[in-house]
């Protein structure tokens, strides 16, 4: 198979974590792998499991990836996520951001690397993933509530350091 798929490197720069804590992901993305996908790929590596959220992509063009949303901001116009795919919209070296849950305001740093990869050389033997996968990660991935432990309900209050 030929190194046609991109790698994006994802770093959580907002929210969830404390100063020092980095956490991020490198993603292989298919040619025909849509932004809808990578948004699913990028909230599972992260661990996310409350979906309902808003999240957007924000290129460095300012175009912003979503979903519409009548209720929310209906003032924002977004292309359509499921629609777009990551190959055709972004190449090697380019920056763009990825936030998930505008309230709580998880922002992500996402830059495609230089090189391309053979999908099955980066994810292993076997067919290619069928949505873009990890290959690589490093960090604490902090709790989407921001909760650390079983009993915690995540307000500051469980924490005074």
Request: aromatic residues 12%; hydrophobic residues 40%; glycine residues 8%.
């Amino acid at each position: 198979m030929p190194r046609t798929w991109l790698q994006v490197r994802v770093d959580l720069i907002d929210a969830g974590r404390r100063p020092g804590e980095d956490a991020g992901r490198i993603l292989i993305v298919g040619p025909r792998h849509t932004f809808a996908q990578l948004a699913d790929a990028i909230n599972a590596a992260f661990a996310r499991w409350d979906l309902p959220h808003l999240h957007e992509f924000e290129l460095s063009d300012g175009r912003r990836i979503g979903f519409p949303d009548d209720e929310y901001a209906p003032e924002l116009i977004w292309e359509d996520q499921g629609a777009l795919t990551v190959a055709e919209e972004v190449a090697p070296r380019d920056e763009f951001v990825f936030t998930f849950d505008f309230g709580a305001n998880w922002r992500h740093r996402c830059r495609v690397l230089e090189q391309l990869v053979d999908p099955r050389e980066a994810y292993g033997p076997g067919p290619p993933p069928s949505r873009p996968a990890v290959t690589w990660g490093w960090g604490w991935i902090p709790d989407q509530y921001g909760r650390r432990s079983f009993d915690d309900d995540g307000s500051d209050e469980a924490f005074d350091d």
